[in-house]
């Protein structure tokens, strides 16, 4: 079964891009096979860092959407990870229920991740119980990414009827742990992949790609009881 991996938040500045970034690391180095949609134009995270893999698309155009689709019916061998742009809900929430894109993808024997990153705002928390509310086919498998780049304390949310609601839902909860803020400014900057910031020595110095590992390694551990079940 393949798995198409929308990567969401609907909020700014909460993570999406460094989650998928770490998404699309993971399945390089397992050396699994996968295209890569990028919905951002402003900050382009696969044209950036991983040119190779990507296919851009413009949220609100239907025949660039309907290029994710095409994918899967081209590549049927190959999981999908799709990057979205914040507030792109409601072109994107249209296109879904216009073409019934989650039964479709159903019947193509897909599985389908719906990931929220947020950070520990109430803003997050809203956004989250929208999407739960919004989607509600039991088929589809949701991802609640709490960025601890982005926020220290995330127990008003585990004390919120919408956690409860993730819960009920069968959400798999995963931690992204905070990466050092020079470090994460010094990639960008250098539009390098995760790969080459732990492993290249002409872009990093030993302890920066010695965080990297760290960083990488906790982020696989859950991505391993995430994908591998």
């Excluded at 399945?27 to 696969?46: K, N, R």
């Excluded at 309907?66 to 990870?81: N, Q, S, T, Y």
């Excluded at 709490?146 to 949310?157: A, I, K």
Aim: aromatic letters at 10%; glycine letters at 6%.
């Amino acid at each position: 079964m393949s798995k198409v991996h929308f990567i969401g938040g609907e909020k700014g500045g909460v993570g999406k891009s460094m989650t998928s970034r770490l998404l699309a690391q993971y399945y390089i180095d397992q050396d699994m096979p996968f295209v890569g949609f990028d919905c951002d134009s402003s900050h382009g995270t696969f044209s950036r860092f991983y040119s190779e893999f990507a296919s851009p698309i413009i949220v609100g155009e239907e025949d660039s959407l309907d290029g994710m689709l095409m994918a899967v019916e081209e590549k049927p061998d190959h999981d999908l990870i799709i990057d979205l742009a914040a507030q792109t809900s409601q072109s994107l929430g249209q296109w879904i229920e216009e073409t019934e894109v989650f039964n479709l993808l159903d019947e193509m024997g897909c599985q389908v991740y719906l990931w929220h990153v947020m950070d520990d705002g109430a803003d997050s928390v809203t956004l989250l119980d929208d999407l739960l509310t919004k989607y509600t086919q039991p088929e589809l498998a949701f991802v609640v990414v709490q960025n601890l780049g982005r926020g220290e304390n995330f127990t008003r949310f585990h004390k919120s009827a919408t956690y409860m609601k993730a819960v009920e839902r069968d959400a798999e909860f995963f931690e992204l742990a905070k990466l050092q803020t020079k470090l994460t400014q010094k990639i960008d900057f250098n539009n390098s992949s995760f790969w080459a910031v732990a492993n290249d020595r002409r872009l990093m110095n030993i302890a920066e790609r010695q965080r990297m590992k760290i960083w990488l390694k906790r982020g696989y551990s859950q991505l391993d009881t995430l994908l591998q079940n």
